[in-house]
């Protein structure tokens, strides 16, 4: 079964308050993650994304479609990025994602991939 | 390739592999140089044409091609090689049955994971390549590959025997092997169209294996039930599902659309082992799938006879899920109501948290009921619960149908 790990921040914020070494940690730490999510052969993708204050949101207004500047959520908080595993079981993506908050001590999404064969 | 020689690659892949495991043990390098030995006839049989003993060909192909292996492996190896090389490779007449079987056995083996197992299992006895199997699983080959290594690893390091397993833990073992077939025949009985179509594949190869598997135990009563279930589940796979993707309800399908072979087989199949051997779980869903099968139409469908067969199913193999099925049948027996009271004992079970199921048949239920406010409530709630995209398109408008 197949589950998307969400990071959500400001990478901004995240670069004005830490230092280098922690930045250089940090990059450690993820590519150890992805090595470590390969050799254990449940790697399916892992994308970081473009800094939020890069994205457009494209909204429905009076009719037509609009794009504007800055991230769809209000919040200061956007998607940094994603891994998709495919794991045995949600205890295991639960695992992981763990990982991942022990060291960066922020929230961590974990949602299922909707993958499952229809049982009728 | 023309589809009859990869067939009979695919058929002889694990005799060949069963074999060579048995004669020099390490199943790591001799699954490694089948796999070659697959990839090379492969390209060579469509243009040279197959060859007269097809077994000895790939038998002598892997065998040169594991010596080279351990050649390269240096000189700590000498000695054992110089002895392997003056051996002739083994020939046909080496192929034993019990060989393919301990090799179902051995990738089934229950220290390994369900995702290894599957891996394993549809490589190293399905003789269907790295690539084809990433693609059915959708993900990455470089973890599928990594997947069926690890597994390899595994096999090694617990020192897994070559073997049948001993009489006290045949029972055992077998049910891990069927379990694992049919989660295979599950994830591909997905929808036969749009981009989940690769998985379909798989049924076809789950049946395949487990007919292998039948050939090979006739006897069993559980592996002809399985089989047949498989069969007799697979035969409406084509009224199953829209030109869109949509899912159609048993009710709804279009019965001229079912396979009425596939009905024939799995219904002659079944007759043959009823009554002939203890009665098992997959025996008794197959006999309720006959029936629904055999039904002309759905309101002609044998309700009492597929509740008489629940209860059989509840007896020798209780659970939530089968009650669940059972609801159904008692609602259409003794009406909707009785099946909703049915379903309330359901209700405090905690394995029936984690599925839809519950919510999508008491959804139906309460629609036949004529409660319909209620039924798009618990249509709207299993739609949030399940796992499967066609599902929950088709949990959703079932919903809006009632708004």
């Known amino acids: 079964m197949k589950y998307m790990i969400m990071t959500f921040g400001s990478a901004e914020a995240g670069l004005a308050a830490m230092g280098k070494e922690w930045m250089v940690e940090m990059i450690k730490f993820m590519t150890t993650l992805d090595e470590d999510l390969k050799k254990s052969a449940e790697f399916v993708s892992a994308e970081g994304l473009a800094d939020g204050s890069q ?66 | 390739m023309e589809p009859r020689i990869e067939d009979q690659l695919r058929d ?19 699954e490694d140089a089948v796999q070659e030995a697959l990839l090379a006839a492969a390209q060579q049989w469509p243009d040279n044409g197959v060859p007269d003993n097809p077994q000895s060909w790939l038998m002598t192909v892997a065998w040169r091609r594991l010596v080279d292996t351990w050649r390269a492996e240096g000189a700590r190896r000498r000695r054992e090689e110089t002895a392997i090389a003056l051996e002739l490779p083994i020939q046909s007449q080496d192929l034993d049955r019990d060989d393919t079987l301990a090799l179902l056995f051995m990738c089934c083996h229950p220290s390994l994971s369900a995702p290894s197992q599957l891996a394993l299992t549809l490589r190293a006895v399905g003789g ?21 290594s690890r597994a390899k690893e595994r096999i090694r390091s617990t020192g897994i025997h070559f073997d049948l397993p001993p009489p006290s833990e045949r029972a055992d073992r077998l049910r891990v092997v069927m379990h694992v077939l049919y989660l295979v025949f599950n994830e591909g009985y997905a929808t036969s169209s749009g981009p989940a179509f690769q998985r379909a594949d798989l049924t076809i190869e789950a049946i395949r294996l487990t007919r292998m598997l039948h050939q090979l135990m006739p006897a069993d009563g559980e592996v002809a039930g399985l089989l047949a279930l498989m069969l007799l589940t697979d035969a409406r796979r084509a009224a199953r599902s829209t030109a869109d993707g949509d899912l159609v309800p048993l009710a709804e399908q279009r019965r001229d659309l079912w396979n009425k072979t596939q009905i024939e087989e799995g219904v002659a199949l079944l007759t043959r082992t009823l009554g002939t051997v203890p009665v098992g779980p997959y025996q008794m869903q197959a006999a309720i799938a006959a029936v629904h099968d055999e039904a002309p139409s759905h309101e002609e469908t044998d309700w009492p006879q597929i509740l008489a067969l629940y ?10 899920v089968v009650t669940l099925n059972r609801a159904v049948a008692v609602a259409m027996v003794h009406g909707p109501r009785a099946g909703l009271a049915l379903l309330g004992t359901l209700d405090a079970d905690e394995r029936m948290e984690q599925t839809h199921r519950l919510e999508a048949v008491r959804a139906h239920l309460l629609e036949l009921a004529g409660d319909l406010a209620a039924a798009r409530e618990s249509y709207l709630r299993a739609a949030k619960k399940t ?6 398109r088709h949990l959703a408008l079932r919903a809006a149908r009632l708004s």
């Open chain 1, 55 to 120: 994205a457009k949101t494209v909204r429905f207004v009076n009719g037509i479609s609009v794009a504007t500047d800055g991230p769809f959520a209000e919040s200061k908080e956007s998607l940094v990025g994603y891994w998709i595993v495919d794991v045995e079981s949600e205890a295991r993506a639960i695992e992981i994602a763990s990982r991942i908050v022990d060291y960066v001590k922020q929230p961590i999404e974990v949602r299922r991939v909707m993958d499952a064969p229809p049982e009728f």
């Open chain 2, 12 to 30: 002889l892949a694990p005799q060949v592999l069963g074999a060579l495991v048995r004669r020099h043990g390490q199943f790591d390098a001799c």
């Open chain 2, 128 to 148: 269907l390549t790295t690539a084809e199997i990433a693609r059915a699983f959708l993900v990455p080959e470089a973890t599928m590959a990594q997947r069926i």
């Open chain 2, 311 to 320: 209860e059989v199913l509840e007896r020798v193999s209780p659970g939530p």
């Open chain 2, 387 to 392: 796992h499967s995209l066609p599902e929950q």
